[in-house]
């Protein structure tokens, strides 16, 4: 029994620090991401997302976030000041980043620079792409909200990606509505109109598929599988990387360090800040919606309420009055 | 996008307060069996497992739990003093049911007995089906802990299920043990061997792959769908009934009913009792092992040692001292 998946061409990409960050503004102490970087180098991780590399500048209400969310190449030395096997990624956004903060690959920590977008702004994610390319990095094109994108939108986005130097293309869930057969599809339909470029999934827990969704992407052969340790990440979280780890068992994958993690440092953080499988957000994940309405509704004392939240979001004029 | 299963076919059983039961000892209150049998009969639910029937004389330490453990039919009929479309159940376990009992069906409040057991009891399990088939009974035989028996055993059983009156025939995942594939794999067995036996899956969500294979289960035929409300059952609990009948959504379910049970009953109750994904029950699942030795360490002062508790079970030495 147990058919494990054997996806050894697959490489874990650790989002906790970026992800998990939406939900606790990038409070993360220097000590937490140590231990996380050597815990995930122990287990085989092959990548951790250590935070944005988006501009203050360029963001407002930015004064408060944690160091994680606008990467700085000095700082992070002094975080990392020794590299081992894991690498290390960075994400930006589309009209956040300035380009000037992304030092050549060389005189940075970083190794991979992932860029997410919009489906519309696929070309000048491209553009951004081909300028950290240059300067050396492995490179990904993170294409958000899929499952609100029309065919005739995506096909022409593959023609731009088809063209450009981009290593791997992403599917993200970022509503976390899809299920295996969704993946299933997309995966195809990203095989054969990518059939040069790799493959990356990122997958949201709203309806506890994250893992499912991983899993059977991994098997029609995307490489690289985002998750965070216990989930962490923000709404419903992601698919967890400790589930990932034990169970794509044939590999150099190791469990016990990111128990450890979970042990020392998740547990405690789940007592103060909340992510994963909650009423709200499974219902904007069954609606097909951004999990914004969910996370407000978290921060109040109706917070409990999800049959009031539904007929809200399925009665459109309760919500607007009109 | 979102290509629902369009599982027309399907039954769900919800399990709330049989497998529930074993969270917090059958402590349901009449008010909230009653509330949940009335918000699963407006949700199209088709069954509601409302306890087990095995004898009080043939267990032990049985004074303490609640009614539902041992229901009796006329109790039954002051809970529910009018049935409604929703179909109730019972499970007996083997040696442990008084076959005494359970009435002719046309005096009893229940439509489906079900009959659990271990692969080596099949047989005795099949003579108390005949039984509760004789006295009008719908009924199923559900095979526990299928992860963790041997194909000839699988194959003697098939012999004997074809050759008997049994209805529906279950796949147990005990453990919360098994993923897609496994479900996909056991599924066209089962259909091979028992081309004229309906089936029927019971899934745990240690590995948080309950619905996923659950869903790929109903996809390949599966018609009865175990689930408990916000997943409330043993250990890492079950399928969530919520899930189900959100996303079988081309049928006559109706979320709304169990969004409101959730918020009424399932939240404040979640505060006071322990069920889900938590990392001693992940353990036991990726292990394939029963719960019982992580229910036992959640009961201590070190219930968040996942990463010690992980060791001791992969280095048997230490669990038994030699």
Known sequence: MNAKAKANHCKIVDCTIR??????????SVEFVQHLYNSL????????EIGYKNSPKLLKGAESAGPWRFLDDEFLRTVIPQKLNTKLSALV??????????????????????????????????????LF??????????????????????L??????????????????SYGSLD???????????????????????THNNLQLAFANTLISAEKGVELLDASVYGMGRAAGNCHTELLVAHLKNTKYNVRPVLD?????????????????????????ML???????????????????????????????????
Chains 1, 2 share one sequence.
């Open 41 to 48: 180098n122990e287990a085989g991780v092959d990548y951790m």
């Open 180 to 202: 295996p057969n969704d993946f299933s599809l997309l995966v195809d339909k990203f095989k054969k109109h990518l059939p040069n470029k790799r493959l990356g999934v990122h």
């Open 93 to 130: 956004d589309i009209g956040r980043v300035d380009e000037n903060d992304i030092l050549p690959r060389e005189e940075s920590l970083l190794d991979l620079i992932r860029v997410a977008c919009y489906i519309q702004d696929v070309d000048k994610a491209l553009q951004l792409v081909s």
């Open 261 to 285: 993690m979970i042990d020392k440092y998740m547990i405690p953080l789940r007592q103060k800040e909340e992510w994963g499988y909650i009423m709200p957000y499974m219902i904007t994940g």
């Open 19 to 28: 992800d998990g960050g939406l939900v606790n503004n990038w409070d993360f």
């Open 288 to 322: 097909d919606e951004h999990p914004r309405s969910a996370m407000a509704l978290r921060n109040t004392a109706d917070k409990d309420k999800s049959l009031e939240f539904y007929d809200k979001l399925t009665t459109p004029e309760l919500l607007h009055g009109n």
């Open 156 to 173: 022409e986005a593959f023609e731009l990606i088809n063209e450009s130097v981009v290593d791997v293309v992403y599917i993200v869930d």
């Open 133 to 154: 390319h240059e300067r050396g990095y492995e490179t990904t094109l993170n294409i958000m909200a899929l499952s609100n994108v029309m065919e005739h939108q995506l």
